[in-house]
Protein backbone atom coordinates (compact mmCIF):
# COMPACT_ATOMS: atom_id res chain seq x y z
CA UNK A 1 0.00 0.00 0.00
CA UNK A 2 1.78 3.29 -1.23
CA UNK A 3 2.07 6.59 0.83
CA UNK A 4 -0.87 8.46 -0.99
CA UNK A 5 -3.73 5.30 -0.93
CA UNK A 6 -3.11 4.94 2.56
CA UNK A 7 -3.18 8.74 3.12
CA UNK A 8 -6.76 8.50 1.11
CA UNK A 9 -7.81 5.84 3.14
CA UNK A 10 -7.45 7.22 6.00
CA UNK A 11 -9.22 10.08 5.43
CA UNK A 12 -12.10 8.58 3.72
CA UNK A 13 -12.20 6.70 7.52
CA UNK A 14 -12.31 10.04 8.96
CA UNK A 15 -14.74 11.45 7.06
CA UNK A 16 -17.34 8.26 8.01
CA UNK A 17 -15.96 8.34 11.70
CA UNK A 18 -16.52 12.82 11.57
CA UNK A 19 -19.74 12.37 9.66
CA UNK A 20 -22.17 8.87 10.55
CA UNK A 21 -24.18 7.55 8.32
CA UNK A 22 -28.25 8.08 9.34
CA UNK A 23 -30.69 6.23 8.55
CA UNK A 24 -33.38 8.67 7.27
CA UNK A 25 -37.13 7.65 7.67
CA UNK A 26 -39.42 9.54 4.96
CA UNK A 27 -39.14 13.37 4.57
CA UNK A 28 -42.92 14.45 5.00
CA UNK A 29 -44.46 17.87 4.30
CA UNK A 30 -46.33 20.35 5.77
CA UNK A 31 -48.75 22.16 4.39
CA UNK A 32 -49.16 24.54 6.95
CA UNK A 33 -45.71 25.94 5.43
CA UNK A 34 -44.87 23.96 2.34
CA UNK A 35 -41.57 22.70 4.12
CA UNK A 36 -40.15 19.29 4.40
CA UNK A 37 -39.58 17.39 8.05
CA UNK A 38 -36.93 14.40 8.23
CA UNK A 39 -36.63 12.28 11.21
CA UNK A 40 -32.38 10.98 11.14
CA UNK A 41 -31.73 8.04 13.32
CA UNK A 42 -28.36 7.98 14.40
CA UNK A 43 -25.94 9.23 17.24
CA UNK A 44 -24.09 12.39 16.67
CA UNK A 45 -23.60 15.61 18.36
CA UNK A 46 -25.16 19.00 18.13
CA UNK A 47 -22.65 20.15 15.72
CA UNK A 48 -22.43 17.14 13.57
CA UNK A 49 -25.94 17.33 13.55
CA UNK A 50 -25.67 21.04 12.13
CA UNK A 51 -23.41 20.55 9.60
CA UNK A 52 -25.36 16.90 8.21
CA UNK A 53 -28.55 19.41 8.10
CA UNK A 54 -26.84 22.13 6.41
CA UNK A 55 -25.20 19.39 3.76
CA UNK A 56 -28.86 17.87 2.96
CA UNK A 57 -31.41 18.72 -0.16
CA UNK A 58 -34.82 17.69 -1.14
CA UNK A 59 -36.09 18.42 -4.67
CA UNK A 60 -33.73 21.53 -4.31
CA UNK A 61 -34.23 22.59 -1.15
CA UNK A 62 -31.73 23.26 1.58
CA UNK A 63 -31.65 21.66 4.92
CA UNK A 64 -30.99 23.03 8.59
CA UNK A 65 -31.23 21.74 11.64
CA UNK A 66 -35.46 21.95 11.99
CA UNK A 67 -36.92 25.46 13.90
CA UNK A 68 -39.99 25.23 15.29
CA UNK A 69 -41.31 28.81 15.81
CA UNK A 70 -44.81 27.96 16.40
CA UNK A 71 -47.29 25.70 18.39
CA UNK A 72 -48.66 24.28 15.45
CA UNK A 73 -45.24 23.05 13.52
CA UNK A 74 -44.38 21.77 16.83
CA UNK A 75 -47.43 19.68 16.77
CA UNK A 76 -46.79 18.75 13.36
CA UNK A 77 -42.94 17.31 14.13
CA UNK A 78 -44.74 15.47 17.01
CA UNK A 79 -47.61 13.99 15.89
CA UNK A 80 -46.61 13.27 12.46
CA UNK A 81 -42.94 13.30 11.56
CA UNK A 82 -42.12 11.33 15.27
CA UNK A 83 -45.51 9.56 15.66
CA UNK A 84 -46.20 10.83 19.06
CA UNK A 85 -44.87 9.85 21.91
CA UNK A 86 -43.33 6.60 20.68
CA UNK A 87 -39.60 6.37 23.20
CA UNK A 88 -37.23 7.62 20.52
CA UNK A 89 -35.05 4.07 20.07
CA UNK A 90 -31.60 6.41 20.33
CA UNK A 91 -32.90 9.07 22.44
CA UNK A 92 -34.44 12.61 21.58
CA UNK A 93 -33.07 14.34 18.80
CA UNK A 94 -31.45 17.27 18.26
CA UNK A 95 -33.27 20.21 16.83
CA UNK A 96 -31.72 23.64 15.40
CA UNK A 97 -31.65 25.93 18.74
CA UNK A 98 -28.51 27.10 20.49
CA UNK A 99 -27.26 29.73 22.89
CA UNK A 100 -25.28 32.32 22.17
CA UNK A 101 -21.72 32.66 23.73
CA UNK A 102 -23.09 34.49 26.14
CA UNK A 103 -24.70 32.12 28.09
CA UNK A 104 -24.59 33.16 31.43
CA UNK A 105 -28.60 32.32 32.71
CA UNK A 106 -30.34 29.65 30.99
CA UNK A 107 -32.87 31.31 30.00
CA UNK A 108 -31.34 33.87 27.89
CA UNK A 109 -29.77 34.73 24.18
CA UNK A 110 -31.39 31.31 22.71
CA UNK A 111 -31.18 31.95 18.65
CA UNK A 112 -32.37 29.81 15.41
CA UNK A 113 -29.35 28.00 13.17
CA UNK A 114 -31.80 30.46 10.22
CA UNK A 115 -31.72 33.53 12.83
CA UNK A 116 -35.48 32.90 12.92
CA UNK A 117 -36.80 34.83 16.09
CA UNK A 118 -36.70 32.59 19.20
CA UNK A 119 -39.80 34.07 20.46
CA UNK A 120 -41.94 31.37 20.85
CA UNK A 121 -40.78 28.43 23.09
CA UNK A 122 -41.80 24.98 24.65
CA UNK A 123 -39.85 23.84 27.42
CA UNK A 124 -40.77 21.21 29.19
CA UNK A 125 -41.31 22.03 33.18
CA UNK A 126 -38.45 23.18 34.88
CA UNK A 127 -36.25 23.87 31.69
CA UNK A 128 -34.11 25.10 30.34
CA UNK A 129 -31.75 24.38 33.60
CA UNK A 130 -28.05 24.66 32.58
CA UNK A 131 -28.54 20.75 35.04
CA UNK A 132 -24.77 20.10 33.52
CA UNK A 133 -22.56 22.08 35.43
CA UNK A 134 -19.48 21.57 33.92
CA UNK A 135 -20.29 21.60 30.49
CA UNK A 136 -23.29 23.84 30.81
CA UNK A 137 -26.55 23.38 28.34
CA UNK A 138 -26.25 25.21 25.15
CA UNK A 139 -28.30 23.26 22.97
CA UNK A 140 -31.78 22.03 21.89
CA UNK A 141 -33.17 18.89 22.15
CA UNK A 142 -36.57 17.73 21.42
CA UNK A 143 -38.29 15.38 23.70
CA UNK A 144 -41.15 12.94 22.42
CA UNK A 145 -41.36 11.13 25.41
CA UNK A 146 -42.40 14.71 27.16
CA UNK A 147 -44.96 15.78 24.99
CA UNK A 148 -42.53 16.96 22.30
CA UNK A 149 -41.51 19.59 24.69
CA UNK A 150 -37.88 20.83 25.15
CA UNK A 151 -34.81 20.84 27.02
CA UNK A 152 -31.34 22.11 26.90
CA UNK A 153 -28.72 20.11 26.90
CA UNK A 154 -25.36 19.58 26.27
CA UNK A 155 -23.53 18.47 23.21
CA UNK A 156 -21.36 15.15 24.00
CA UNK A 157 -24.41 12.63 24.90
CA UNK A 158 -25.15 11.62 20.86
CA UNK A 159 -28.17 12.13 19.61
CA UNK A 160 -30.41 11.92 16.57
CA UNK A 161 -31.32 14.66 14.77
CA UNK A 162 -34.68 16.26 13.10
CA UNK A 163 -33.89 18.05 9.37
CA UNK A 164 -35.99 20.44 8.13
CA UNK A 165 -35.82 21.97 4.08
CA UNK A 166 -37.73 24.93 2.97
CA UNK A 167 -36.79 27.62 0.40
CA UNK A 168 -37.64 30.43 2.17
CA UNK A 169 -35.57 29.98 5.09
CA UNK A 170 -32.47 29.12 5.32
CA UNK A 171 -29.71 28.61 7.72
CA UNK A 172 -28.00 32.51 7.30
CA UNK A 173 -24.25 33.40 7.36
CA UNK A 174 -24.12 34.38 10.95
CA UNK A 175 -25.37 30.58 11.59
CA UNK A 176 -22.84 28.75 9.67
CA UNK A 177 -20.85 26.43 11.52
CA UNK A 178 -18.04 28.82 11.63
CA UNK A 179 -19.95 31.00 14.23
CA UNK A 180 -21.50 28.37 15.87
CA UNK A 181 -19.29 25.67 16.26
CA UNK A 182 -18.81 25.13 19.93
CA UNK A 183 -17.22 27.55 22.15
CA UNK A 184 -18.65 24.70 24.80
CA UNK A 185 -19.85 21.16 24.61
CA1 LIG B 1 -39.35 25.86 10.94
CA1 LIG C 1 -31.73 20.87 30.72
Redesign the pocket.
Known sequence: MNARYTALLALTLLAVAVFPQLASAEAILWEG?G?YYEYLDGLVTWEEAHIIAENRTIFGSPGYL????SQA?NDFVYNTVLGGDAPAPYGDPWIGGYQNSDHSEPILNWHWVTE?EFTWSNWAPGEPNDWDEIYGEMYLQFTPAGGGMWNDHHSLNPKPMIV?YSDD?VATEESSWGAVKSLYR
Open positions: NHVTLTEEEV
